[in-house]
């Protein structure tokens, strides 16, 4: 197992980060809240112009390193768009493809098109339409309710596993990003007449931040390499690698809202754009709680052997 990205994955994801900075970074999210049609002319045209619709996750191994590549990219500027649902299109009809909880179906940008393949985790599939205007909740600013229409072929249980471990990806992106906010601000933010990043609490606090990255950066290369090297014993590893970037990513957020001290709480910095923008893939198609039942199930059936040894004492 290599976990070094492949030349490809590397260079579209550099073009990708370039190709989002033009559109202003975190800043396009912002514009969008205020006027939603940035998603379709400006977000959609940059994506065109970068052939994110030309990636094929399913192909190949190097292929799926750069969708995760675009969806880390994406997560790092909540790029306002379902940017795994689209890399995960359905192959016949084009539809963009996402896994949707049990009993309401509900997609972040659901409003961006007509129709959708949607599937539970295990595998029934529909498609579906927007059923209203975007909600506007806490969920997020562009959560959308879908009404289920016309079953579907099953979704294959390697499609179902690839959305999931591409959103992690993109939560991968958010906390990476937070944590460099959180560094940009404790270095130039003096307190009791020294920078806050001299503090030994806050070094502390950011060293902790810095290894759940990480962590979570090795385990989501590892989890889409498993997705080929052992398909039909993966669904734990897609299971585990959402459940740790749920953790993490909570506490890297955590972390750095709290170092950016009441500013953190404020849309005029980035870190609570982030913040908010994050949570439809944290929380949907389930939370933390869901998806560590699932994985205990899925650990029970087809067994689970990880990144690293377990099941050993500690020593």
């Known amino acids: 197992m290599n976990l070094e990205l492949p030349d490809l994955a590397t260079d579209f994801g550099a073009a990708a980060a370039r190709a989002f900075a033009d559109l202003g970074g975190v800043d396009c999210a912002r514009r969008a809240e205020a006027e939603p049609g ?11 112009g970068l052939g994110a619709l030309d990636v094929d996750p399913r192909s190949d191994l190097d292929s799926a390193a750069a969708a995760g590549e675009l969806c880390r990219q994406a997560g790092r500027n909540v790029l306002p768009y379902p940017i795994a649902s689209v890399v995960m299109r359905s192959p016949e009809d084009g539809l963009p493809f996402a896994v949707v909880g049990d009993d309401r179906p509900r997609v972040d940008h659901g409003d961006l098109f007509g129709e959708w393949r949607i599937s539970t985790l295990d595998g029934r ?15 997020g600013p562009f959560v959308t309710d879908l ?12 499609d179902v596993s690839l959305h999931m471990a591409l959103t992690g ?19 130039d933010r003096v307190q009791f007449g020294q920078r806050l990043s001299e503090f030994q609490a806050v070094q502390f606090q950011l060293a902790d931040a810095a290894v759940a990255v990480d962590g979570l950066r090795e385990l989501s290369r590892f989890t889409l390499w498993r997705l080929f090297a052992s398909p039909n014993e993966a669904r734990a590893d897609v299971l585990a690698l959402r459940l740790h970037a749920l953790d993490s990513a909570r506490s890297v957020l955590r972390t750095s809202q709290q170092l950016h001290g009441a ?14 923008h994050i949570q439809p893939e944290m929380r949907l198609p389930f939370g933390a709680e869901r998806t560590a039942s699932e994985l205990f199930a899925a650990a029970a059936a087809i067994g689970f052997s990880g990144l690293f040894p377990h099941g050993g004492s500690a020593v």
């Open 38 to 48: 940035v998603r379709e002319v400006e977000v959609a045209k940059a994506l065109d």
């Open 125 to 139: 599939s529909k498609t579906a339409g927007p059923m209203a205007p975007r909600l506007a909740s806490k969920l």
């Open 147 to 158: 009404t289920a229409g016309r079953d579907q072929d099953p979704s294959t249980g390697a």
């Open 169 to 187: 990806w993109q939560i991968l992106g958010t906390a990476e990003r937070a944590l460099e906010l959180a560094v940009e601000h404790v270095s």
């Open 263 to 276: 500013s953190g709480l404020c849309d005029e910095y980035d870190i609570s754009i982030l913040c908010r």
